[in-house]
């Protein structure tokens, strides 16, 4: 097969410029690797040099292939060597000015042919090509860090790219083996913006008290199947990236309520507080490892009340046949006993106002979490209400941990805490969709390859039910009064229609 560019120059030799080095060159073509920094382009030569021979140590790559890989990787001394180039990427800091002064000189350097690519993830691409006298030929081409192991790279068109070079770059990734998804110049593109609801949605629920760090992040990873909690996420990645990188977005899109950052990681990141790498985040670390909290034991209940199940509850029946499974004593009466526990499984709205809805005695009353298939997770969510007993919130964890699946019990608010970040993720795509930013199809591709979600953001919507879906948003914008919460119109055609959100392109 034929290589797209035969000779490719990186600009700068950090993490992300060191890995697309490093996959250019496997892929077969020449590479000038080019750092201002005096000794970080040999550092990271000799750095990749060592990752191949490893490979080749183990026997996972042939006998001899460091070798002729390390000879078409060279290093550059100043941009007039990248005057022969045939693609040249630029992965240096996250500076308008720099950037657009690099590529400037670039331009009078390269041949007419060449094609520039920035691997920007938060800067506009066309804002970085506008002083350029050739901006057909400028595209923005990002990886995700490690390079050699995240293997999607969004392709992204400024206003003025010409069409054939995003064909190019994308035939390139794919004789990178990446996976590339086109996107248009948007702030955040496709992954940074898709993934802009797991993490601020989950911090307004903890600001609003609703569980601490450690519970939500138990509860996304056994409710919805996430690898990480959104904390454990905010500790890996560092507040003094993943920050800024939410307030971009959020000034970017004129404070689009959708994307508003939080105040505490705001406040964390001033005190330094910032992650895993600095041993304290939303975690504090030793050696490396998190210190979890223990999760609270399950209650001693002596004998359990007998169970009342509100008419209105989410899959009322699978609850019924749960409850059997306990061996409950159900109550089947209009109304509840003044003895039972009175269950009830709202989707968006909140415990306290369902039980002054339904005139039921808001001590006895316990908010479950019906939105998923109980046999499809791995943990149990329960809410009180700020009326409800100790007692029979106890005997509700008791009951609901008869069969020894984890039960988290969590204080009432709009929606419970997989409902809202997860409604919040599809309302987002959902948008993007709108907008035309990308595909349906390469959006969820993009974030599960770049987030490492367990499906995309779309084939969420379809799991759960697109009308599923708006009923929570419609009900979290009814408790709290916020556009943040505002259903695009994308998802409200597809709830209205009952189609599978995959199945439109734009």
Known sequence: ????????????????????????????????????????????????????????????????????????????????????????????????????QLFGELEDIVADDAVLATNTSSLSVTAIAAGLHRPGRFAGYHFFNPVPLMKVVEVIAGLKTDPAVCQQLTAYARQFGHTPVAAQDTPG?????AGRGYGTEALRTVGEKVADFATIDRILKDQMGFRLGPFELFDLT??????????????????????????????????????KKVGEGFYRYTDGKAEVPAEPPVPAVASLPPVWVSPKAARRQALYQLLKQFGARIETAQTPSEQALILVAPLGMDVTTLAAVERLDATRTIGIDMLLDDSATKRRVLATNPATRPDMRDAAHALFATDGKPVSVIRDSGGFVTQRVVATIINIAADMCQQGICTPADLDLAVTLGL????????????????NVL????????????????????????????????????
């Open 189 to 193: 593109f496709i992954v940074n913006h």
């Open 471 to 506: 009923e929570v948003l419609f009900n979290l914008q009814t408790v709290y009064g916020d556009p943040r919460y505002r259903p695009s119109p994308w998802l409200r055609r597809r709830g209205a229609l009952g189609l599978s959100l995959l199945h439109e392109e734009i």
């Open 452 to 467: 490492g979600y367990p499906m995309g953001p779309l084939a969420m919507g379809d799991h759960i039910g697109p009308t």
């Open 238 to 275: 560092a507040l003094d990236v993943s920050h800024p990188v939410m307030e971009s977005i959020y000034h970017q899109y004129y404070e689009e309520a959708r994307y508003r950052p939080s105040v505490i990681t705001a406040q964390r990141l001033a005190g330094g507080i910032v992650g």
């Open 1 to 100: 097969m034929q290589i797209i560019f035969s000779k490719v120059g990186v600009i700068g030799a950090g993490a992300m410029g060191r890995g697309i080095a490093q996959m250019a060159a496997q892929a077969g073509s020449e590479v000038m690797l080019l750092d201002v920094q005096a000794g970080a382009a040999e550092t990271a030569k000799k750095a990749i040099e060592g990752a191949w021979q490893k490979l080749e140590d183990k026997g996972k790559i042939a006998q001899g292939q460091a070798r002729t890989w390390s000879a078409q990787l060279k290093v550059a001394g100043s941009l007039s060597d990248m005057a022969s180039c045939q693609l040249v990427v630029e992965a240096v800091v996250e500076k308008l000015d720099l950037k657009r």
